[in-house]
């Protein structure tokens, strides 16, 4: 998507224009996107939907092949895969392993763990391990700077 930013005092409030030969998903998404407004997280808890906001959710991630979604109430099941989660969801949320993604409101406390690897225990209970690669993404989301401990 091509994008263009126009300043002008004449542009306060800001307002954006959205120029399309169709309403797309990627249409959809940037206007939501652009409105402040989420779409609903859709999970399943056995034979019911259920609508989920985002600070509700504590943590994805994918377990023997599914992708589970936790929050304080408990575990959902979703058809999503977890890059598209990481799509739908905003700047809290923190990928923090090749199969989970962690809502970082929801962290309480880290601990060092085996072969450099961090373990993180959550507001719901729940501990999750940072794998190596994603730990500067996390420091970073969490403000601690480069070398720093958590």
Do not use: H
């Not at 169709?22 to 779409?39: C, I, K, P, Q, Y």
């Not at 377990?63 to 589970?68: F, L, P, Q, V, Y």
């Not at 905003?90 to 409101?105: C, G, L, M, P, T």
């Amino acid at each position: 998507m091509k994008v263009k930013i126009r300043l002008s005092p004449e542009y306060r409030p800001p307002f954006a224009v959205i120029c399309a030969d169709a309403v797309t998903e990627e249409v959809r998404r940037a206007e939501e996107l652009l409105a402040g407004e989420t779409l609903p997280l859709m999970v399943r808890s056995e034979d019911q939907s259920v609508v989920l906001r985002p600070e509700e959710v504590c943590l994805v991630r994918v377990e023997d092949g599914r992708t589970a979604v936790y929050t304080k109430a408990g575990r959902f099941d979703s058809e999503r895969r977890l890059y598209e989660w990481l799509e739908q969801l905003d700047e809290r949320f923190v990928r923090i392993s090749k199969q989970a993604v962690v809502n970082r409101r929801m962290i309480r406390s880290f601990q060092a763990g085996l072969s450099g690897a961090l373990r993180m225990t959550l507001k719901n209970g729940m501990e999750e391990y940072v794998s190596r690669k994603y730990l500067p993404q996390l420091k970073a989301s969490l403000g601690v700077k480069k070398g720093g401990r958590l």
